[in-house]
């Protein structure tokens, strides 16, 4: 049952990544028609039946709007996902993505699916990969078209992404695991210990007595700070409730000296993700002096719609 | 039944930590008349019966010898030991620690426990802490008096410690968690994953790639390395199986670079404890064109005979 004040659907926009599964229907100029969501992501699929998964999220989308063209970023294109997709070489940008697609067949439509991104090894830079952040880094710069000449996008996550923009193109990037430690050290060694359970509130006060230690380890660096979110609290200066968000201060601060440390003169900044967490990168931000940096907005969507357009699936 | 050819038992000398206990029966000058060690350190007495466990350790030694002095260092006087050992203030030395015993009704004989030692905040430096490493150091620095006046000591391990000798006291020190860190990320990371159990010998090309990215990130430091055990394996330079030793020798590096960014000149070094992970360290410190330390051999109970000997316990 179409609505006739909506927009024409033209593009069934996936982002399918590890742990969650998005959708949009979009139409014109990006517009949302229609969204959804499931706990759906690659490591929840157990049996990799990512077919029926597909199928169950938007059969119905052709059955009331006909075949559309579908596209999908993410871990789907991993080795663990539906296909693996191959990566694209850094520099990379909306051509080089665009004509690298996967096109894998599925009912009731075939799904595309983007390449992720290598930046090779040389140049006194260390490989790394990414799938998914590319899209997002598009749909950002169609968001903030003043980063597109000279920039830094911070994607803060489980493995938060620095990346590079220069001539519209995603230049370089760095991979910080600070999710992911902040986790594990949380779960499994004697620092998460003294802690109960998570509470709500963030102690803000032990979270930049965290950022400012990173900070003022200097070159030193965080393996010669991490053991004092213990030895704070044997010496009566941390509570033991306050440990894990001095523990994530100590962590994003020494990502954000790590950063500084590799740059002359930092481009312009901004933060795209979660509110929250990004909230907690430009608290961390201000205590090296940088303010005000704003957020882009989710940017799947729109980089999805991007390189549907540019690899001509929407002229069908 | 006594060997006449032995000399006299004068000290029981104990090594309580948190996943092993070692005790030994000592001579005159610290000879080591007998040796034992069960695999019963706190964390596996599960029902908190220190007692039970010490008399079955040295009650034959009482029975055969008579009432002798009983000394423990470790983490037996931790909150989560016997009893707690307060912490003696930094800089310590022999006559501070001894000074401030802790005495333990105990069954066959009373067993005295040596403090830990606290680094306080201040002057630039983190609060630090320590339990049984004291008593190690002042073995070592019986057994290796040169490095008395001005000396550096490092203890690998599950938390390494890193401790600087400057006349005869134990004068400042730093905790490095690297052995508990490589080992969540080993179990519990993406890091760990695509090794299977471990193998047996040390792929030493692997692991001195490791340390040598670690050492040329400068400053940036382990932040901006750490997900290149990942990404090197995903661009082709790494085997999955190779990903364990590359990934000791990241975090190695690491905690040297950041040993050698705090000091502008080295005093003279020495490793102190397991044979195998002070190899490691030797590899690694070869990378920073460090040559030929040394080890000091297991200085737990020369420690406990020094410390007993200051405080008087062996004139009884």
């Known amino acids: 049952m179409t609505d006739d004040a909506k927009p024409t659907p033209r593009l069934i926009a996936v982002d399918w990544g590890t742990s969650s599964l998005r959708a949009w229907l979009l139409a014109d100029q990006g517009y949302v028609v229609d969204a959804r969501s499931a706990k759906r992501g690659i490591m929840q699929i157990a049996d990799g039946d990512f077919a029926t998964v597909f199928r169950e999220l938007v059969g119905d989308w052709v059955a009331t709007y006909g075949e559309l063209p579908a596209l999908a970023c993410g871990m789907i294109g991993s080795r663990g996902g539906w296909a693996e997709a191959e990566y694209v070489d850094c520099p990379a940008d909306l051509a ?23 930046q090779p090894s040389g140049a006194g830079r260390l490989p790394d990969v990414m799938r998914g952040e590319e899209t997002q880094v598009l749909g950002a710069l169609a968001i903030a078209p003043e980063l597109a000449e000279r920039g830094l996008l911070v994607l803060p ?11 519209q193109r995603l230049n370089a990037f760095t991979t910080y695991m600070t999710g992911e430690l902040f986790a594990v ?56 409730e306050a440990t894990p968000d001095y523990l994530s201060g100590l962590l994003i601060g020494d990502e954000l ?21 990004c909230g907690r990168y430009r608290r961390a931000l201000a205590r090296f002096d940088i303010d005000d ?4 907005p989710d940017a799947a969507c729109t980089g999805l719609w991007r390189i549907a357009d540019a690899a001509g699936l929407l002229s069908h």
């Not at 990173?214 to 393996?223: L, Q």
């Open 185 to 240: 050290l949380r779960e499994h060694s004697i620092l998460g210990k003294p802690a109960g359970p998570d509470t709500a509130p963030v102690d803000t006060a032990a979270f930049e007595l965290g950022v400012d230690t990173a900070r003022d380890a200097g070159a030193a660096g965080v393996a010669a700070t991490l053991f004092s979110t213990r030895s704070r609290m044997l010496a009566g200066e941390l509570s033991a």
């Open 293 to 296: 940096v704003a957020d882009v």
């Open 96 to 118: 080089s993505l665009a004509k690298r697609l996967l096109r894998v067949e599925a009912e009731p439509v075939p799904l595309h699916i983007v390449p992720g991104v290598m």
């Open 157 to 167: 996550g489980t493995h938060c992404k620095w990346v590079r923009i220069a001539d």
């Open 257 to 277: 000296r790590s950063v500084l440390a590799a740059h002359h003169e930092l481009p312009p900044l901004r933060l795209i993700g979660d509110q929250a967490l």
